[in-house]
């Protein structure tokens, strides 16, 4: 799926700003007939849980209006005329006027709407749209709704961070002429000093119309051309991507009719190679070892609406303490997030928004008897479809991002269950399929042992979570180094595949202080994170470290969570805690001496712009 863009032959119109809302119970029936009387104005990107001092609105479970009119340019005339929504969570239905234009479940990830002919050029029209906030069996993430015995819904979740809902990425009427390029894949390589680009473009209503292709480099330079919808072409003293040292090209692609460009598209790409060999992570051939974060969208206010002022804050931080990398835990985040990413040389984790593919957590945590993850009543084939769906439209979405190097298919699903293997092998090989570049991985819960696991030979790295310190063996540091060390290298020995950690942290109140091993204190945030370093240190197969949390974050209501999850080496409000200071000392190699361990375990600060 090709992102939106101006290009000679496209226009767009953003229509992000405040549009009406109201809760579906504040509406008649049909609501989309005519324009909804209501004080309420929302804003476009965001959720709209924390605007209002409303509870019935924060803790709504169900449907909610959006609403505004729409002017289609004069100029439009005789174009296909679309609509793009960035993301709906987690359903959306759509009418333009009277007309149901779309419908689409999944909350993270863009679909579109075609109105031509349904709008006209030059003329407004009402633009409506029904956001449904529930999770059920039949969504991923996956939840449950109740009816509680006073009629109230009830929504439960399998994940902790807080059930956000609304439009939270832009949304935009755009045109494209009627023979258009639809999409393009790109898959790059490197032979030499040259760089391979391997292309596909599917175009539509192009009959008797050629494609044409250019690759231009940074200053505008045409450094290769080419023909036809599928092929290859070389760039000779090919300018890598590289992780901290981003370099983008431009491939113009024209559709061409007697000689005129009837339709164009501008794809920025870069050029790199990942791959896993042995227990290393290679890009561009060279190893490579993640410093970073799992992060969150999740601000004040605005949930998680996409924002760039904190896109460009959050990346600032990153590069501050020497992270190269993230994983989008726990969801694929907005588009503009991986394009900041490809252009700043940011390394990227894209993981689905499978997460809580686990009903032992929940036995474990609430004392509810556990019940089986992988069985029909629970998470059996139907949400496997609507997972493999999920997979389809993140990976067309995000195909062509240099920054993405792997993909997360599920975080913390109960792989240690029977079930489990059935559930992912299918869609272990539709990933493949859909995409052979990129290896595999998914984050391991801490019941999933290196005994009891039962899919982590069908991926290509061991991501593993893990809270001794925390959750286990709380204010045990010695423990928890010990156990930690023994287990990392049993999952070594049993899969023989690259490691890494995708979660490890401890919640920590900013200004608490102790001389004492005191859980909350940020004294013992930074000892945990020490602790695990001098195991990742010791262990050759390590490729990289991603710490829970960049931020604190909201979270439902929970007695284990005091105003949301404080894992975050930075506050909500992106102010440092102790440990931030800490992980900078490591990452970018300030502690006087690098780390023992692999001789390849980069100071991210060699290969981050500083
Ligand atoms: C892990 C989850 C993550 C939670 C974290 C925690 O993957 O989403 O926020 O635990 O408890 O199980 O802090």
Redesign the pocket.
Same mark, same amino acid.
């Given at each position: 799926m090709l992102s939106i863009r101006t290009t000679p032959t496209r226009d767009v119109v953003s229509l992000d700003g405040l549009w009406r809302f109201a809760l579906d119970s504040a509406v008649g029936a049909e609501p989309w007939l005519s324009r909804i009387v209501t004080s309420l104005e929302a804003p476009v990107p965001a959720s709209y849980n924390d605007l209002f001092v409303d509870p019935a609105i924060r803790d709504h479970v169900g449907v909610v209006w959006y609403q505004r009119e729409v002017r289609v340019p004069r100029g439009w005339a005789g174009e296909r005329i679309v609509l793009r929504f960035g993301s709906v969570t987690h359903a959306a239905t759509v009418y333009a006027n009277d007309v149901l234009v779309a419908e689409h479940v999944g909350g993270y990830t863009p679909f579109d709407a075609d109105l031509t002919g349904i709008v006209a050029p030059g003329e407004e029209f009402r633009l409506t749209v029904a956001v449904d906030n529930r999770l059920t069996h039949l969504t991923i993430p996956p939840g449950t709704v109740d009816t509680l015995p006073d009629g109230r819904l009830k929504q439960t979740y399998h994940?902790?961070?807080y059930n956000y809902a609304g439009i939270a990425r832009s949304v935009k009427l755009y045109s494209t002429p009627q023979a258009y390029v639809a999409d393009i894949t790109v898959v790059t390589g490197i032979d030499g000093s040259a760089g391979v680009v391997d292309y596909r473009i599917e175009t539509a209503g192009a009959e008797a119309a050629d494609v044409r292709l250019r690759v231009l480099d940074e200053s505008g330079a045409t450094v290769a051309t080419a023909e036809g919808a599928e092929g290859s072409v070389r760039i000779d003293d090919v300018h890598l991507w590289m992780p901290g040292a981003a370099y983008l090209y431009d491939l113009l692609v024209e559709l061409v009719r007697n000689g005129e460009p009837v339709d164009s598209y501008i794809l920025p790409f870069g050029v790199r190679t990942v791959e896993v060999r042995g227990t290393d992570f290679l890009i561009n051939g060279e190893p490579f070892y993640f410093t970073g974060f799992g992060k969150h969208e999740d601000t004040p206010v605005r949930g998680k609406g996409h924002d760039d002022a904190y896109l460009v804050h959050d990346f600032q931080l990153l590069e501050w303490t020497g992270a190269n990398s993230f994983r989008t835990?726990?969801y694929p985040y907005a588009e503009e997030v991986l394009d900041f990413a490809d252009r700043h040389g940011i390394v990227v984790i894209g993981e689905t928004a499978a997460?809580g593919l686990n009903l032992g957590v929940q036995g474990g945590l609430t004392g509810i008897p556990p019940t089986p993850t992988f069985a029909p009543e629970n998470f059996g084939g139907e949400t496997r479809n609507v997972h493999a769906q999920h997979l389809r439209e993140l990976l067309a979405r995000d195909k062509n991002h240099p920054s993405v190097v792997m993909w997360s298919i599920a /975080?913390?699903p109960a792989s240690n269950e029977d079930g489990s293997r059935e559930y992912f092998e299918p869609l272990v090989d539709l990933a493949r399929e859909l995409d052979p570049t990129r290896p595999l991985t998914y984050?391991a819960?801490m019941f999933a042992t290196p005994a009891n696991d039962k899919i982590g030979d069908l991926f290509d790295v061991l991501s593993i /979570?893990r809270?001794y310190g925390w959750y286990v063996f709380t204010g045990d540091l010695a423990t928890a180094e010990s156990v930690l060390e023994q287990e990392l290298r049993g999952w070594v020995q049993r899969f023989g595949k690259p490691i890494m950690m995708s979660?490890y942290g401890a919640d920590t109140q900013p200004g608490l202080h102790s001389v004492w091993d005191m859980p909350w204190t940020e004294e013992y945030q930074s000892d945990l994170l020490a602790a695990y370093h001098r195991v990742f240190d010791r262990i050759p197969e390590f490729v990289g470290e991603h710490i829970?949390n960049f931020a604190d974050f909201m979270t439902g209501p929970g007695i284990h969570r005091v105003d949301g /999850?404080k894992?975050g080496v930075f506050t909500r409000d992106r102010k440092p805690k102790g440990a931030a200071f800490s992980v900078r000392n490591r990452w970018r190699g300030l502690e006087g001496k690098k780390p023992d361990g692999p001789a390849e375990r980069p100071a991210a600060s060699e290969g981050n712009p500083s």
């Open positions: 994940h902790d961070f835990s726990h997460v /975080n913390e984050a819960v /979570n809270y979660e829970w /999850n894992k």
